[in-house]
């Protein structure tokens, strides 16, 4: 079954960086556009950044546009999210996703 693991989330101070890491197995990874969503508390869940199924093509949320970068390496079926430069607003439970399935999500927390 179509199975996506979320991982590198944690506790960073604002202006700091986080690689998040999305494991994905079931299904052909390399033939799916792949997406990051989040959701802060409170708040509806929301688009981060989407990717194409080869990387060549990508799409940013306003607020990540030049501080966060999408990218997936399909020899290994796995999907990034590098975030820099983050900001306390960027507190959320980071999800991966492909068509309708979902990872579990990974906390991350910007505070100092």
């Known amino acids: 079954q179509v199975q996506l693991v979320e991982s590198g989330g944690g506790l960073v101070q604002p202006g700091g960086s986080l690689r998040l890491s999305c494991a994905a197995s079931g299904f052909t990874f390399r033939t799916y556009g792949m997406s990051w969503y989040r959701q802060a508390p409170g708040k509806e869940r929301e688009l981060v950044a989407q990717?194409?199924?080869?990387?060549?093509?990508?799409n940013y949320a306003d607020s990540v546009k030049g501080r966060f970068t999408i990218s997936r390496d399909n020899a290994k079926n796995t999907l990034y999210l590098q975030m820099n430069s983050l900001k306390p607003e960027d507190t959320a439970v980071y999800y991966c996703?492909?068509?309708?399935?979902w990872g579990q999500g990974t906390q991350v927390t910007v505070s100092s």
């Open positions: 990717i194409s199924s080869a990387g060549g093509s990508t």
């Open positions: 996703r492909t068509a309708n399935f």
